[in-house]
T-cell receptor, first 114, second 109 residues
Framework: IAGITQAPTSQILAAGRRMTLRCTQD?????MYWYRQDLGLGLRLIHYSNTAGTTGKGEVPDGYSVSRANTDDFPLTLASAVPSQTSVYFC?????????????FGPGTRLTVL | GQNIDQPTEMTATEGAIVQINCTYQTSGFNGLFWYQQHAGEAPTFLSY????GLEEKGRFSSFLSRSKGYSYLLLKELQMKDSASYLC??????????FGAGTTVTVRA
């Protein structure tokens, strides 16, 4: 079944630890995105990638890094987690080819940093 | 920065109609999206408007006025399963999506 998968589903992490959130899509979409969703703030873009080999910063990139070695995978790394990074993280992708360029979202990762 | 406003909560009765308004001020405009998000789940695409006017998709319709920076999502013949959060998102001049905080709709029997 085509779609986006994220792992882990949820995680509790000690502050200062390193963590990588995984995202894989099998739709051969060119563009991929990472968002965080916090109560009352809506979805905010962390990083994006328009195509394999390129990445860009979104609205809230500090404390996060990404890589795009191939079309399918777009991992998000927290080098040294802090409590303010407690959030729900959503990965999304879009094909960038049709005029709507609709983004499709993965199921999310609920991260708690203590 | 981008500014997208929508009401926090709305309540309606099963079978009724609800209209969710969204106003925006963004750097450039390349389309407006509405997403539905059930609690604990991912947002799912509902509609897209890039030209002024009404787009109808079954029980859901979306309207856009670019000159007023305004959109609404109309949900007709409400069902219990329509209880969810509805997210307004605007694609700006850099082709990035900015989201409103979402409107939680509660449908009561």
């Amino acid at each position: 079944i085509a779609g986006i998968t994220q792992a882990p589903t949820s995680q509790i992490l000690a502050a200062g630890r390193r963590m990588t959130l995984r995202c894989t899509q099998d739709m051969r979409h060119n563009a991929m995105y990472w968002y965080r969703q916090d109560l009352g703030l809506g979805l905010r873009l962390i990083h994006y990638s328009n195509t394999a080999g390129t990445t860009g910063k979104g609205e809230v990139p500090d404390g996060y890094s990404v890589s795009r070695a191939n079309t399918d995978d777009f991992p998000l790394t927290l080098a040294s987690a802090v409590p303010s990074q407690t959030s729900v993280y959503f990965c999304a992708s879009s094909d960038g080819l049709d005029h709507t360029d609709t983004q499709y979202f993965g199921p999310g990762t609920r991260l708690t940093v203590l | 920065g981008q500014n997208i406003d929508q009401p926090t909560e709305m309540t309606a009765t099963e079978g009724a109609i609800v209209q969710i308004n969204c106003t925006y001020q963004t750097s450039g405009f390349n389309g407006l999206f509405w997403y539905q998000q059930h609690a604990g789940e991912a947002p799912t695409f509902l509609s897209y408007n890039v030209l002024d006017g009404l787009e109808e998709k079954g029980r859901f319709s979306s309207f856009l006025s670019r000159s007023k920076g305004y959109s609404y999502l109309l949900l007709k013949e409400l069902q219990m399963k329509d209880s969810a959060s509805y997210l307004c998102a605007v694609r700006d001049g850099d082709y990035k999506l900015s989201f409103g905080a979402g409107t939680t709709v509660t449908v009561r029997a």
